[in-house]
């Protein structure tokens, strides 16, 4: 029934920005934590960011910070990343996930996306 769908993966060179987009179905969007995970090659999955319901709280991992940027429209059950200065270590399948709150979310996720690739070339 939940459902989360990612959106803007794709090929962005060094130095290059990118947009992912991820639209929420079948869940109270607005009251519901949402962020981004990432994960590469033989790596787990990681924590990249994360922004409260009611957007007023976010929260990145050191890797982005500076560099992405988490955005929400609650009216549109979306959120976005925008990824600046993109390196070749940014490369991962990135992931839309819901849940209780930015900071329990790097510990639980409630709900997660399908994933989209975002690979950087050097």
């Known amino acids: 029934q939940v459902q989360l769908v990612e959106s803007g993966g794709g090929l962005v060179q060094a130095g290059g920005s990118l947009g992912l987009s991820c639209t929420a179905s079948?869940?109270?969007?607005?009251?519901?934590?949402m962020g981004w995970f990432r994960q590469a090659p033989g790596k787990e999955r990681e924590f990249v960011a994360a922004m409260s319901p009611g957007g007023v709280s976010t929260r990145y991992a050191d890797s982005v910070k500076g560099r992405f940027t988490i955005s929400r429209d609650n009216a549109k059950n979306t959120v976005s990343l925008q990824m600046n200065s993109a390196k070749p270590e940014d490369t991962a399948v990135y992931y839309c996930?819901?849940?209780?709150?930015?900071?329990?979310?790097?510990?639980?996720?409630?709900?997660w996306g399908q994933g989209t690739q975002v690979t950087v070339s050097s």
């Open positions: 079948g869940l109270t969007f607005g009251r519901y934590a």
């Open positions: 996930a819901a849940g209780l709150s930015t900071g329990a979310m790097t510990r639980r996720v409630d709900y």
